[in-house]
């Protein structure tokens, strides 16, 4: 059973403080790594992607990649109220599934005024 | 207006209840895809097609059937349904590995 896992907090920040979100996953031969935000009640949005070792930075966020440790993370610099959500890591399944994600189940974030 | 639309929205039922729970999407991706989620379980896939002709089995199908009237609806029965049936159910299309989620229809299972 491939798995991705996650911390599901809640993790507590204050605002403007950097946030890092953390993932682990199973398949070793995964390539596509997803991280979407959803906020209480609402559906999940895709917020970042990254397919290659090393750091993607997206405006505040920055995606991390260690294939050889099987580990994803997602940082937040200067955390805003805004980002208090749940974080999920999604991992794209080559295998058996047809390139269908796992989910991990997601770290609920709280940034405080 | 939304890309992909789900109605219900929210639906009380009773156990043994048929319930059908509808999907539309503008955005003319071939790949749809029903999930549960549950607190603290996070999404699990139920069902998924890739066109309209292919059906697959996600992890937790049993209790549930779909149907892919076209490319741009895909709905999702629970044929009797139980009160563990109880959750949130979204639709997602995909394209590139990037998921487009509906807004969800709370199913409340008496």
């Known amino acids: 059973q491939k798995e991705v896992e996650q911390n599901s907090g809640p993790l507590s920040v204050p605002e403007g403080a950097i946030a890092s979100l953390n993932c682990t996953y199973s398949?070793?031969?995964?390539?596509?790594f997803f991280w979407y935000r959803q906020y209480s009640g609402k559906s999940p949005e895709l917020i970042m992607s990254?397919?290659?070792?090393g750091d993607k930075e997206d405006g505040r966020f920055t995606a991390q990649l260690n294939k050889a440790s099987q580990y994803v993370s997602l940082l937040i610099r200067d955390s805003q109220p805004s980002d208090s959500a749940t974080y999920l890591c999604?991992?794209?399944?080559?295998?058996?599934?047809?390139?269908?994600?796992?989910f991990g189940k997601g770290t609920k974030l709280s940034v405080k005024p | 207006d939304a890309d992909v639309t789900q109605t219900p929205r929210n639906r009380i039922t009773k156990t043994g209840k048929r319930i059908m729970l509808e999907c539309s999407q503008t955005?003319?991706?071939?790949?749809m895809y029903w999930y549960r989620q549950d607190p603290g379980l996070g999404l699990q896939l139920i069902y998924y097609s890739f066109d309209v002709k292919d059906i697959n089995k996600g992890e937790i199908s049993d209790g549930y059937s779909v149907s892919r009237q076209a490319q741009a609806k895909f709905s999702l029965s629970l044929e009797s349904a139980i009160p563990n049936q109880t959750a949130l159910y979204f639709c997602a299309t995909e394209f590139s590995g990037e998921l487009f989620f509906g807004e969800g229809s709370r199913l409340t299972v008496l």
């Open positions: 398949d070793r031969g995964s390539q596509s």
């Open positions: 999604a991992v794209k399944d080559y295998g058996g599934s047809q390139g269908n994600l796992i």
């Open positions: 990254i397919y290659s070792n």
């Open positions: 955005k003319g991706h071939d790949r």
